[in-house]
């Protein structure tokens, strides 16, 4: 079975600022790993995912996310925030014979002026 | 054009009514999913469809029944309404089943509140 962990339910950094928001996954096969962003009253929308090609994943918005196989992690970043990311962001893993796609609890991105 | 569509987008309702959501995409897709999102925002699967057969039937009270009609639509038919029923529901589409990697994109969500 799949399972992930977003350490942090609500992460505050200043514009400009490092974005790192941080994803552990669990997964017994070959996982793929993905990062959604949800803005308010909206629906999900795809940054990244890794699907066991190259492990530096450059997705939209100027977010990237690093697959780590030994440290079991798929943590997000960008380099300088924009008030524009206040949002909700979501991991998620399926693997192989999974069928399904089981996401981690979720982190709140506050971006302060 | 949207991609992955479903109405209503709002619904407030009584306990113990019944209540449908529709969801239709665009994209071609064999794959559909029905996922829940609490007043936590926590994502859970529901149910799930390719080419029109159930292939995942999550823990789920039998009073929510997902229908396919084609491969293209995927509805929601929930019977008896209740208090802990409300949340937002988000219909999805991939190309194959979530285990290939395939994206699944998702809908705008239908935010249903049982009064």
Redesign the interface.
């Known amino acids: 079975a799949q399972s992930v962990t977003q350490l942090g339910s609500h992460v505050s950094v200043s514009e400009g600022a490092l974005v790192l928001l941080r994803c552990n996954y669990s997964s017994s096969v070959p996982p ?1 790993l ?1 990062w ?1 962003v ?1 803005y308010p ?6 940054l990244l ?1 890794y ?2 090609a190259a492990t530096l994943v450059k997705g939209i918005n100027g977010f990237e996310a690093e697959f780590k196989k030994s440290e079991t992690s798929f943590h997000l970043t960008k380099p300088s925030a924009h008030m524009s990311d206040a949002a ?1 962001y ?1 991991c998620a893993v ?10 981690g ?2 982190t ?1 991105l506050t971006i302060n002026p | 054009d949207t991609a ?1 569509s479903q109405t209503p987008k709002y619904l407030v309702t009584q306990m113990g009514n019944d209540k449908s959501i529709k969801c239709e995409q665009n994209l071609g897709h064999d794959t559909m ?1 029905w996922y829940k999102q609490d007043s ?6 529901m149910f ?1 469809y390719n080419n029109k057969e159930l ?2 039937n999550e823990t789920v009270p039998n009073r929510f029944s997902p229908k396919s009609p084609d491969k293209a639509h995927l509805n929601l038919h929930i019977n008896s309404l209740e208090l802990g029923d409300s949340a937002v529901y ?1 219909c999805a589409s991939s190309l194959g ?5 395939n ?7 239908s ?1 249903l509140t049982v009064v």
Do not use: D
Request: charged share 15%.
């Open positions: 793929y993905f959604y949800q009253n909206q629906g999900l929308q795809l995912k699907t066991s909700e979501f399926s693997a192989q014979g999974a069928q399904k796609l089981v996401f609890q979720g709140r | 992955v999913y936590k925002k926590f994502l859970k699967i799930s292939i995942i988000f089943p979530g285990s290939s990697g994206t699944i994109y998702f809908g705008e969500g935010w």
